[in-house]
């Protein structure tokens, strides 16, 4: 099936944390992210041309606020929103006034009912004059958001019928793999089957493998819980680290990822439930991996 738009990339993740200066001190000093602006609310980080990559809003409950995909055109923009309104999803576009301090252009909300997930669409983000530092981790994008939902199947069929997420591997019932369509790269979004909504971790892609090796040795020297890897994913063939940020949230670093390109892209696979899917090397998740962190459920 054809939808009428088409999306360029995952553009960046909000998320809610409970001690503003702590996380971005986190997210700068130990994940290696540029900090660009700073209120007492929010915070901007980055790690490419884009004003921002990584939100972080000042809140009560640590979680997933939003994922912002960047469209491929202005024309996209306008037909993704007439497409979801026309699907009764009630999107909304963002006041003049907010679009001024995300420093982009227009931008709409809508989101996705059965995982609770709230997307930002928008096709204009300021282009920074200077590059990205990359003095810590040589980090290439934020890569991917995964989520679990307790409504797991209604919300893999929104997520590709009208959300335009494109289906690159799944284990039945358990966990699909989606790409922002028609961006080439394994996965921008995952789900998996869960007892309730929540955050299940945010991804960012490095260029070199050192810097798993050198996050992996910084992580745990700052006490940092690593809470599975390194290892190498099956479905993405992506060597993987996970540790916590401050609230607990599950953060990766990965190196390496497939890329199905729009026009000779492979079908999806129907992957085995195997701890193998998860680590080929073998190693096995702590307790805490991809737990923490809500999805905030009103619109803000
Ligand atoms: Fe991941």
Same mark, same amino acid.
């Given at each position: 099936?054809?939808?009428?738009?088409?999306?360029?990339?995952?553009?960046?993740?909000a998320?809610n944390?409970?001690?503003?200066?702590?996380?971005?001190?986190?997210?700068?000093?130990?994940?290696?992210?540029?900090?660009?602006?700073?209120?007492?609310?929010?915070?901007?980080?980055?790690?490419?041309?884009?004003?921002?990559?990584?939100?972080?809003y000042?809140a009560?409950?640590?979680g997933l606020k939003r994922v912002a995909?960047?469209?491929?055109?202005?024309?996209?923009?306008?037909?993704?929103?007439?497409?979801y309104?026309?699907?009764?999803l009630h999107p909304a576009w963002i006041s003049?006034e907010e679009?001024?301090?995300l420093?982009?252009?227009?931008t709409f909300r809508v989101r996705e009912p059965?995982s609770g997930v709230l997307f930002e669409c928008?096709?204009?983000?300021?282009?920074?004059?200077?590059?990205?530092?990359?003095?810590?981790?040589?980090?290439?994008?934020?890569?991917?958001? @995964?989520?679990?939902?307790?409504?797991?199947?209604?919300?893999?069929?929104?997520?590709?019928?009208?959300?335009?997420?494109?289906?690159?591997?799944?284990?039945?019932?358990?966990?699909?793999?989606?790409?922002?369509?028609?961006?080439?790269?394994?996965?921008?979004?995952?789900?998996?089957?869960?007892?309730?909504?929540?955050?299940?971790?945010?991804?960012?892609? @490095?260029?070199?493998?050192?810097?798993?090796?050198?996050?992996?040795?910084?992580?745990?020297?700052?006490?940092?819980? @690593? @809470?599975?890897?390194?290892?190498?994913?099956?479905?993405?063939?992506?060597?993987?680290?996970?540790?916590?940020?401050?609230?607990?949230?599950?953060?990766?670093?990965?190196?390496?990822?497939?890329?199905?390109?729009?026009?000779?892209?492979?079908?999806?696979?129907?992957?085995?439930?195997?701890?193998?899917?998860?680590?080929?090397?073998?190693?096995?998740?702590?307790?805490?991996?991809?737990?923490?962190?809500e999805i905030e459920a009103d619109h803000g």
């Amino acid at each position: 099936m054809k939808l009428p738009f088409r999306y360029e990339k995952l553009g960046y993740a909000a998320l809610n944390v409970t001690n503003l200066d702590r996380s971005v001190a986190f997210y700068r000093d130990l994940l290696g992210l540029d900090l660009v602006e700073q209120t007492d609310t929010v915070a901007y980080l980055r790690c490419s041309s884009d004003h921002h990559n990584l939100m972080l809003y000042k809140a009560e409950t640590a979680g997933l606020k939003r994922v912002a995909n960047k469209l491929a055109s202005p024309e996209d923009l306008t037909r993704a929103y007439e497409h979801y309104l026309a699907e009764g999803l009630h999107p909304a576009w963002i006041s003049m006034e907010e679009c001024h301090a995300l420093k982009q252009g227009p931008t709409f909300r809508v989101r996705e009912p059965q995982s609770g997930v709230l997307f930002e669409c928008y096709e204009q983000m300021t282009h920074m004059a200077l590059p990205f530092k990359a003095a810590l981790t040589k980090i290439a994008r934020i890569g991917h958001v @995964v989520v679990g939902s307790a409504h797991y199947e209604r919300a893999v069929h929104n997520l590709n019928t009208i959300f335009n997420f494109a289906i690159s591997d799944y284990v039945e019932g358990k966990f699909s793999w989606m790409r922002c369509f028609p961006n080439p790269l394994h996965h921008t979004f995952a789900i998996g089957n869960s007892d309730r909504n929540h955050l299940h971790h945010v991804n960012f892609m @490095v260029t070199d493998i050192d810097d798993i090796g050198k996050a992996l040795n910084r992580m745990q020297k700052a006490g940092i819980e @690593v @809470v599975f890897g390194p290892g190498r994913h099956l479905p993405s063939t992506s060597i993987f680290l996970y540790f916590l940020d401050p609230d607990g949230l599950t953060i990766e670093f990965s190196f390496g990822m497939e890329e199905l390109p729009e026009a000779t892209a492979r079908q999806p696979r129907m992957l085995e439930m195997h701890p193998n899917t998860m680590d080929i090397w073998g190693s096995s998740p702590k307790e805490r991996f991809g737990k923490g962190g809500e999805i905030e459920a009103d619109h803000g």
